[in-house]
């Protein structure tokens, strides 16, 4: 299972959905998407926008566990 981390990382940054969603243009909505697990997709550049807001590392943002 993939688990997005993206509200953590916004939260360590101090940064709001708002000003991620301006800093990456995409839209409220999708990044909320993003951040509730509920995207079944993401492309590189959208990944390599958001970890240049947050100044992080694709891990920061991306990790795997397997399921039970």
Do not use: H, Q
Request: net charge positive; charged share 30%.
């Amino acid at each position: 299972m993939i688990i997005i981390n993206l509200d953590v990382m916004m939260a360590k940054r101090k940064m709001s959905l708002n000003e991620l969603s301006e800093k990456v243009g995409i839209t409220i909505a999708n990044l909320s998407i993003l951040k509730n697990n509920k995207a079944k997709a993401i492309k590189f550049s959208t990944l390599e926008a958001i970890c240049k807001a947050l100044d992080c590392r694709v891990e920061d943002i991306i990790e795997y566990s397997p399921e039970k």
